[in-house]
């Protein structure tokens, strides 16, 4: 009973979770986003105390309940263990912990976070990493079903889904991510959760709290046969049958060596209902059965995944007459952070590259960064839209308080860069034409057209009002100019009012 009240809780929060990256409307966060927000590591960096403070709690009175119901990336270990089951029942053994492993791990992680080295947290926070791989591998799947849906509902005049654009956001970010599901998926395939209690931080830091935990699987001794059948059926391989022994550190709570012990000798109870008792005296030990088996299977989900997200945008055609070259992304001395960010000191402190603003962003303004002190943070470049001033998707569904929660009054009034004009690269100057362009849809009139010269015929060139200028990208992206635009905005490492 506890095992299925476990697995149904578990499936509750993997799935909503999961569509949190998925759903590119932004819809389910205003219902389940607080599942994201009671993540551990975004909690602690969000310095939500009451969150830490619950969870701890929890771990403390039931074991390590949140690596089995509330992480995603435990429950996705579970799923491909479960899997992997066809191949083989009863694979695993017990195995001593290795703990200088586990805590130079949990060093590395402290040290970078007290350090502000973001990359390196990013890479081990689970949460983050199973982000990455659902937004990067797995959402240009969901999101050419939804177009293949748009396109046969269109055929019988229904708008009921419409087509996105399935683009590569970052290619480093997208090789992390693949890399990552290959390694999660082998361990996991063939020893359960060895990442959880080997490398994870989180997992290392509530195994610590779960040995002093309340309510624990308990060996009855005067019942158990020694069958061994608990310990060949534990993914985090904790249960030592011959010594009837449970390393807690490393039991994640998820009830299967209670719901498969035939004679009810292991049972989930608190610490004053009983006690576990040593080894029974010259019983018969039996050999632990090992794991012999060869990895035989290996999915690569990603490979869909790239070839969708890899497929190059076509090209538009202008009246179905001249070519529109692509716009490239201009050298910025400062990367543009989200509106609600503060800046870049905040950001990176607090992003764990978690790609959940990424997925949710409605005008495809937010990527990963390439660069190495930001490696896989978003950052913002207005190649294929801009940061419309009543869109604040990032903000809402951000779990670590990198993006600070803002309505769109304030996000009106917040400078993140400033838009610099480049008259080399003007139409007016290189063609010969009028424009106008930026001027016209400037959402804070920040931008005036004014004649490059006295003659009577002289085009308008662009002058900016830099104190107006809230760094939407407006200007930038709908500049005809290529490959670069005449304007682009040159991000703030401090976000100023205007």
């Not at 997925?359 to 801009?386: A, D, H, T, W």
């Not at 662009?462 to 407006?474: D, F, H, K, L, Y």
């Amino acid at each position: 009973m506890l095992r299925k009240i476990r697995i149904t809780a578990a499936i509750f929060c993997f799935t909503l979770i999961s569509l949190l990256f998925l759903d590119f409307t932004g819809t389910l966060h205003g219902w389940f986003g607080w599942l994201a927000k009671i993540q551990f590591i975004p909690a602690l960096l969000a310095v939500n105390i009451a969150i830490v403070a619950a969870l701890l709690l929890l771990t403390w009175i039931f074991g390590r309940v949140y690596c089995s119901v509330i992480c995603p990336l435990g429950i996705f270990q579970d799923i491909i263990s479960w899997a992997s089951k066809k191949r083989k029942k009863y694979r695993f053994s017990y195995s001593p912990a290795i703990k200088w492993l586990r805590y130079t791990f949990l060093a590395i992680f402290c040290i970078a976070l007290v350090a502000g080295i973001s990359f390196v947290v990013s890479l081990l926070d689970p949460y983050s990493a199973y982000g990455r791989i659902v937004s990067n591998l797995f959402a240009p799947i969901y999101q050419g079903a939804n177009n293949l849906l748009a396109y046969f509902s269109e055929k019988i005049n229904s708008y009921a889904f419409y087509s996105i654009d399935v683009w590569l956001k970052g290619l480093s970010t997208f090789i992390v991510a693949i890399i990552s599901l290959i390694a999660l998926f082998i361990l996991a395939w063939r020893n359960g959760r060895t990442y959880c209690n080997t490398i994870c931080p989180v997992g290392t830091v509530l195994g610590f709290v779960s040995r002093f935990s309340i309510f624990k699987p308990r060996f009855d001794t005067q019942n158990c046969t020694n069958c061994g059948l608990c310990e060949r059926s534990c993914k985090a391989s904790c249960i030592n049958s011959r010594e009837q022994t449970i390393d807690y550190s490393r039991c994640v709570s998820c009830m299967d060596c209670v719901d498969i012990c035939r004679k009810k000798s292991l049972r989930y109870l608190p610490n004053f209902k009983l006690k576990e008792n040593v080894k029974p005296i010259n019983e018969e030990v039996k050999e632990n059965i090992t794991d012999n088996s060869r990895r035989q299977f290996l999915t690569l989900t990603a490979t869909l995944a790239a070839a969708s997200a890899l497929k190059a945008q076509t090209n538009k055609v202008d009246g179905g007459l001249a070519f529109i070259e692509d716009k490239k992304i201009p050298n910025r001395a400062t990367d543009l952070t989200p509106p609600g960010s503060s800046g870049m000191r905040n950001f990176n402190q607090h992003c764990t590259a978690c790609q959940l603003c990424v997925s949710v962003c409605p005008n495809q303004v937010l990527r990963p960064s390439n660069n190495i002190e930001r490696f896989m943070q978003p950052k913002m470049s207005y190649e294929r839209g801009y940061c419309r001033p009543e869109c604040t998707k990032c903000s809402e569904v951000c779990p670590t308080g990198a993006i600070k929660s803002i309505d769109a009054a304030e996000k009106s009034s917040i400078q993140i860069g400033q838009a610099v004009f480049i008259k080399e690269n003007c139409v007016v100057n290189t063609d010969g034409v009028s424009c106008g362009n930026c001027a016209r849809h400037c959402p804070t009139g920040a931008i005036h057209m004014i004649p490059k010269d006295e003659s009577a015929d002289a085009l308008a060139t662009p002058v900016i009002e830099t104190q107006r200028c809230i760094g939407c990208g407006a200007c930038e992206y709908l500049c005809p100019a290529r490959p670069f635009s005449a304007i682009y905005v040159e991000g703030n490492q401090k976000h100023h009012l205007v």
